[in-house]
Structure formats: C-alpha cells, structure tokens
Nanobody, 115 residues
Framework: QVQLAESGGGLVQPGGSLRLSCAAS????????MGWYRQAPGKQRELVAA???????NYEVSVKGRFTISRDNAKNTMYLQMNSLKPEDTAVYYC?????????WGQGTQVTVSS
C-alpha cells in the first residue's frame, strides 16, 4: 500500500506561480509512473502531467511551457512547478502513482487562480 500526500496548493493571482509536492510512502517509489491530475468543478478529472520511472514526460496541451513536472527518487517526492497560472487552472490537483496493476491517489490540494 502506498500513501500519497499533496501539498503546496493555495490562492494565487493570474500570472503567479505555485509549486506542488507529492510525498509518497514505501520503498519502491522509483518504479512508479507518477502523475498530476486535476478536477475542476463540474468537469472530469484530467491528466495534467506524468513522469515515468525512466523520466519520460508528457503534458496536457494547455499547460505545456508553463508547468514542469519532476521527481526526486531519493526523497520519494514528485513536484509540479506551475508558472503563468491562469484562472482556468483552478482545480483540485491530485497526485497519482501507478505500477503494473497498482494505482494510488492522494487526497488532493486546491489551487485557485483569481484576482
């Protein structure tokens, strides 16, 4: 069983930045594909960015060039640096860990972009 804990959300003005963190329990973090998802009110949860065990990365089109996903296997932690934030980035952001048939979710952290 893996437990995931997100942190770093909050209220930020348009154009601002936030850095989300996802800390994972366990000792096989390096094997997981890690991802950030988000869910806005009334919308389906969507993939924002993902990073594999081999550091292959993909981004949702609307965040390319603004968000950067990274991982530190020594710290069992994944990050999402979010720059040039827009009101449409407002959502609950969830951390996900996936390995073969195992799939885990964090509780989510709220990101609100508003003036």
């Amino acid at each position: 069983q893996v437990q995931l804990a997100e942190s770093g959300g909050g209220l930020v003005q348009p154009g601002g930045s936030l850095r989300l963190s996802c800390a994972a329990s366990g000792n096989i973090f390096s094997l997981y594909t890690m991802g950030w998802y988000r869910q806005a009110p009334g919308k389906q949860r969507e993939l924002v960015a993902a990073i594999t065990r081999d550091y292959m990365i993909n981004y949702e089109v609307s965040v390319k060039g603004r968000f950067t996903i990274s991982r530190d296997n020594a710290k069992n932690t994944m990050y999402l640096q979010m720059n040039s934030l827009k009101p449409e980035d407002t959502a609950v952001y969830y951390c996900n860990a996936c390995f073969t048939t195992q799939n885990y979710w964090g509780q989510g952290t709220q990101v609100t972009v508003s003036s």
